[in-house]
Each structure stands twice: as C-alpha cells, then as structure tokens.
C-alpha cells in the first residue's frame, strides 16, 4: 500500500480561475480513502524545491470554497522553468516526503516540468503519478479547446473594451488598448465581443498571429477615424513586424527581459505608447490616448465567468480521478461537445508539453484586423451568463430654428 501522499502546485501567471482548480483537487482527492495527506507547495516548483509544504488536509471544506471563488493563486506562484537538473530536485523531494501523486496546474512551461519529472520517475522505478492540470489566460494549450482563466479575462477584455467604445463615442479620438498575448491572439480577439451596433468599436484588432506594418496599420487608422470620426483599436503585445522582431522593441532604449529571457511586453506600457506617438505624429490627430491593460485581465475580481468557474474545477477533479482510477500520466484538456457542453481527456504529455497553439486561420478575417463570426460563435458561450449590455439614445432630432 502506498502513502497516500499527494502534492499540488500552481505555476505561471495567475488566472481568476485557477483556485477552482486548487480545490477540486484538494476536495476531490479527500473522497479517496487511500489518501492520507493533500499538501500544497508554495511557489511552485521553486516551493518543491524549497520543501515550502502547507497541510491543504487541515484546511475545512468551507474555507476551500471561498479560496476558489477568489481570483488569483491562493499558493502563490513562480516564473521559475525548471531544466533537467532542476526537475532532477523537484523528484528527489517527492521521493523523500513519499509522495506518490503530484498535480502541476499551469500553462505551457508547466506542463513540460510534468513530463520531466513523470520521465525521471519512471527511469528510477518509482511509483509517481504526475497530472498536469490546464490554466492560461493566452489560451495556447494545444490539445484544449480551451483553457480555464482565458473566458475569464476574455470577459475582463470584452467589457473593457464596451466601456472604452462608450468613452470614445462620448469624446471622439483615437484610443489604442493593449492587451496580453505574446504568440497567441485569443485574448486580444476577445475585444470584439463588446460591440453591439455595427460602429461600435474596437473597430480594429491586430493579433500576433499576422505581420504588423506600421505603415498599414496607420492607413487604417486613417480610414476609420475619416469614415467613423474615431477609432477604437485592440492590440496584442505580441505583434511583430515582417522580421518577427516585437514591435515594442523599436521603442525601447533599453529592453527588460522576463525569467525566461523572453523581451519583457507585459506591463510596460511602452507598445500602447509608440503606436499613439506614431498616430499623433503621422495623422495629425490630437486626441489619442492609449491603456496597458497589463495584469488587470489576469485576476479582476468580480468580473469572472461562470462557465470558466466550473470547467477550472471540474479539470482539478477530473485530475484526481484519472490520476487514481488511470494508469498513466498526462495533461488534463477540455474538448467542446455539441453547441456548448464540456468533456474532458486526459492527452500524453508529450502531447501538449512545450507546445504553443495561435489561433486558427478561421477565426481571423481577410482584412487581418477583425475576427470573423466563427470565432464569436467559438468564444461567446464561454463568457459565461450576465454580460452587461449597453443601449443608445434613438436621438429624435429637433428642427433647427436658427440654421447656422
């Protein structure tokens, strides 16, 4: 008979969703009478390493429930992305506390450092079962329809973007919203589900997934704000010019760089302010503003979807089932069934590990600075149910008198 022993961890950037995840492993996994003891790492890996344990068995069952519905990692997290070496100590602590089942809940690096350490344990005879359990806001898990904390922030994008459509229409110029996404376009796509009338903005969306051309892109900005009298427009951080260089880099003087020696996008604030620079400059157009959305579409409270809330904890249950009613190791995925429903499988890890998905030629439309109805068919179930709706004056115009 085993241990009983079991460890949870959550990685990468935090979504609104992922301590659903956290609790439906820690509640399911306490349904099981072989299990003697839920601990959770600190940081991640780096908490792993650091044998940074807490006694999720101790916690009660109430106070789960209200960790999962609050936004944000409740074990805190890490950038760290584990090498060989480094999955080599995260498996000699898990052999030494006799822990036998380890969930890993994250994106991309996450899924890798899984599969790492399910090899070594496998090359040293011990018996680990080791799940990796989905989240990112990006949305770039391959093998998902989608992953949890992406409706979430979809969400936060879309309404953002319905409430700066209305500010602009109040006070016409150009606004430029800049939002997460270094490779896939999902995030940023999602600006379009806050349009209601057909001049509602964002009226252009740029997504990594096409080349950026500063020329282009001010000659649309140009069109719409003639043809419109402003413009609305959504931005990945991620979009890059014909080179595949960032755009952002041709601003900075000096350029941070992340954990992973990726140049630092998030946050800075420098991509929102090159392209008004360039707008103001170029078109003659004084009132242009610009917004980072940076970490706000991560973990905004009371903004999360509901569908998002549930999928995120049942892919933690589901991780608990098949990691003690299967016999192998894996990565937890969300598949779509019928109009909108979930299942879920569980995909080898070499599957999914390192792997980045952008989004599919379909979702995008011909012009490269619009989504087409596919992918609002594809996102708007998942924003789940009480999106806010916005309403106009029908404006019954008064006869002039003075006629000036």
């Known amino acids: ?49 650091d044998e940074d344990f807490v006694d999720l068995t101790q916690e009660t069952s109430h106070n789960l429930e209200l960790v999962a519905a609050t936004p944000s990692s409740a074990l805190g997290s890490t950038r ?104 896939a376009g999902f ?4 600006a379009a589900l806050g349009k209601k009338f057909p001049d509602d903005g964002p009226h252009l969306i740029y997504v990594p997934e096409r080349t950026f051309d500063i020329e282009r892109f ?39 760089h992340d954990a992973h020696g990726n140049v630092q996008l998030s946050g800075t604030g420098a991509l929102a302010d090159l392209l008004c620079d360039e707008i103001r400059a170029k078109l003659g157009i004084k009132r242009v503003r610009g917004d980072t959305f940076g970490y706000l579409q991560r973990s905004f409270i009371g903004c999360v979807s509901d569908v998002d809330q549930r999928e995120a904890r049942e892919v933690g249950e589901k991780a608990v089932q098949y990691a003690f009613w299967g016999d192998r190791d894996g990565s937890v995925a969300i598949r779509r069934t019928g109009f909108y429903s979930a299942d879920y499988e569980l995909l080898p890890l070499n599957a999914v590990a390192g792997k980045t998905r952008t989004m599919e030629d379909e979702f995008i439309a011909s012009s490269g600075t619009d989504v087409t109805d596919a992918f609002r068919l594809y996102l708007r179930p998942l924003l789940g149910s009480g999106m806010p709706d916005a309403f106009r004056l029908r404006c019954a115009r008064v006869e002039k008198v003075l006629r000036r």
């Open 1 to 49: 008979m085993g241990s009983g022993k079991i460890l949870v961890a959550q990685g990468g950037g935090p979504t609104a969703v992922i301590n659903q995840s956290l609790v439906g492993v820690a509640l399911e996994a306490r349904r099981f009478r072989d299990v003697t003891r839920v601990y959770g790492a600190l940081h991640g890996v780096r908490g792993i390493v």
């Open 80 to 183: 760290d992305k584990p090498d060989e070496k480094y999955c080599a100590e995260i498996f000699n602590v898990l052999r030494a506390h006799q822990i036998e089942h380890f969930f890993y809940i994250g994106g991309n690096d996450s899924s890798d450092t899984v599969r790492i350490v399910s090899e070594q344990a496998r090359a040293a005879g011990y018996p680990l079962r080791a799940i990796h359990i989905p989240k990112t806001i990006d949305n770039d898990l391959v093998g998902n329809d989608h992953t949890p904390g992406f409706p979430s922030a979809a969400r936060f994008v879309a309404q953002a973007f319905a409430g700066a459509n209305l500010d602009n229409a109040s006070l016409p110029g150009v606004y430029v919203g800049v939002v997460m996404g270094r490779h």
């Open 187 to 190: 995030l940023t796509a999602a």
């Open 218 to 256: 001010l000659a649309d900005v140009k069109a719409t704000y003639e043809r419109h009298g402003r413009c609305v427009i959504a931005v990945s951080e991620g979009v890059h010019d014909a080179s595949g260089a960032p755009i952002a880099t041709l601003l900075a003087k000096e350029l941070e």
